[in-house]
């Protein structure tokens, strides 16, 4: 069984405030993406990395910066946390997709900018 | 401008009976399209997939129809049951991006009464 694993469920941050989102995954798995889900909006695609040391920009990677150090770990960072921020962000991992794997998605984090 | 669109924010279906979920997209460079299936609390789960050169697949109870021609998706659930209440989103895979940048719609709630 795939395990995703975010280590905040809940956090409540101040403006300002830098924030470390951590993820996770037992599968070996070459990639990991950054999702927020927003109401009425889906999931949205903040960064994604397909190696250690490697990062790509999703659609809304304005605010966010990521890092991965190590393959099974993916790390989001809110440099200065915005209220607009206020979001349930999405650690997700993959293997290769181009031979049609699905994503695996964590439980969430719940943030809270105030 | 969403590419990927759930036109219908919530459904209510009775128990037994069939729940049509609906998803519509604007670009034809898809290679693949996706259900994923999301309790409270919880991360999505993949469903269900369909590739851009079908038009059907079937999995059990869960069954995606596509129509490339009029660029709509469906997910056909028979008989629905009281555990098929969650939020399901539609995503799809543009081409040539590696399978990274699945774009998602903005999700269905989906209520079956017992």
């Known amino acids: 069984d795939v395990k995703v694993t975010q280590s905040s469920r809940y956090l409540v941050k101040r403006t300002g405030e830098k924030v470390f989102l951590e993820c996770v995954q037992d599968?070996?798995?070459?990639?990991m993406f950054w999702y927020r889900q927003d109401p009425g909006l889906g999931l949205r695609l903040i960064y994604f990395?397909?190696?250690?040391?490697?990062?790509e920009k999703g659609d809304i990677p304005e605010g966010y910066s990521v890092s991965r150090e190590k393959k099974e770990r993916f790390s989001l960072i809110l440099e200065s946390a915005s209220t607009n921020q206020t979001s349930m962000y999405l650690c997700?991992?993959?293997?290769?997709?181009?031979?049609?794997?699905?994503?695996?998605f964590g439980e969430g984090s719940w943030l809270t900018v105030v | 401008d969403q590419q990927v669109k759930q036109n219908s924010p919530s459904l209510s279906v009775q128990e037994g009976r069939i729940s049509i979920l609906n998803c519509d997209y604007t670009n034809s460079m898809f290679d693949y399209f996706l259900w994923y299936k999301k309790y409270p609390a919880e991360g999505p789960t993949f469903l269900i997939s369909i590739s851009s050169i079908k038009d059907k697949n079937e999995d059990g109870r869960f069954t995606v129809f596509l129509n490339k021609s009029a660029k709509h998706l469906s997910l056909h659930i028979v008989p629905s049951q009281p555990g098929d209440s969650a939020v399901y989103f539609c995503a799809a895979r543009p081409l040539n991006t590696g399978g990274f940048k699945t774009i998602f719609g903005a999700g269905t709630r989906l209520f079956v009464k017992a």
């Open positions: 997700a991992s993959s293997g290769q997709l181009s031979s049609g794997n699905t994503i695996y």
């Open positions: 599968m070996d798995h070459e990639n």
């Open positions: 990395s397909y190696d250690v040391k490697m990062k």
